[in-house]
C-alpha cells in the first residue's frame, strides 16, 4: 500500500475507535500538535493534487452556437391577419368577406341555439330576421334586408370604416354577450 493510503486508513480507523471509546478520545487530545498536524497534512495534500494537475493537457471548449428562441405563435394572430385582410379594401375582399361572414354565422348559429335551447333551423331563422339580438348593427350582419342605422353609415364614412368592420364588431361582441350569459 502507499504511505499516504496507509495513513489514511490509520486516521480514519482511530478516528473511528475514539468514537467508540472515550478513553481512546481522552487519550487523543487536540493539542496544537495534532491540529498543525492535520493542516500540514491538507497542505501537502493540496499540493500533490495541484503537481499532479500541471501535467495534464488544458483544452479549451467550444461553446458552439447559442441557441436561438423559437417564435412562439400568439393565439389569436391568424384570425386579427385574417380580419384585417377581410376589412381591407380588395378586389377578392367581397369573397373573403362573404366567407369570413358564413364563418361568423356559424359560431352565431351555435350560440343562439344553445341560449335559446331551440333547433338550428329556428336559429338561423332568428339570424336572418334578425330577431336574435336587440343590436341592430349586429342583426344588420347577418340579415341583408335589414339596413345598418344611419349614424352608423355616416361614423363609417366619417371614419373611414366600412359598415362591414362596425357589424362583424357588433356581431362578435353579441356572440360574446350571448356565450357569457349575458353578462357582457
Known amino acids: 500500500m502507499r504511505p499516504l493510503v496507509l495513513a489514511g486508513v490509520v486516521a480514519v480507523g482511530v478516528g473511528l475507535l475514539a468514537a467508540l471509546d472515550r478513553g481512546v478520545a481522552a487519550a487523543i487530545s487536540p493539542s ?32 458552439g452556437e447559442p441557441e436561438r428562441r423559437a417564435q412562439a405563435a400568439v393565439p389569436g394572430a391568424d384570425l386579427d391577419e385574417r380580419i384585417a385582410t377581410v376589412i381591407a379594401s380588395s378586389p377578392r375582399s367581397y369573397r373573403d368577406r362573404r366567407d369570413f361572414r358564413d364563418r361568423v354565422r356559424e359560431v352565431a348559429l351555435a350560440a343562439v341555439a344553445r341560449e335559446r335551447n331551440c333547433s338550428e333551423e329556428a336559429a338561423a331563422a332568428a339570424l336572418d330576421d334578425g330577431t336574435w339580438t336587440d343590436d341592430r348593427v349586429a342583426a344588420a350582419f347577418f340579415d341583408a334586408r335589414t339596413e345598418y342605422p344611419v349614424r352608423l353609415r355616416l361614423s363609417a364614412g366619417l371614419r373611414g370604416r366600412s359598415n362591414y368592420w362596425y357589424g362583424l364588431r357588433a356581431a362578435i361582441d353579441e356572440i360574446d354577450r350571448i356565450e357569457s350569459g349575458g353578462n357582457a
Open 32 to 63: 496544537s500538535v495534532v491540529v498543525a498536524l492535520i493542516g500540514v497534512l491538507g497542505v501537502v495534500q493540496g499540493l500533490r493534487y495541484a503537481n499532479a494537475r500541471r501535467d495534464r493537457r488544458r483544452l479549451a471548449t467550444d461553446p
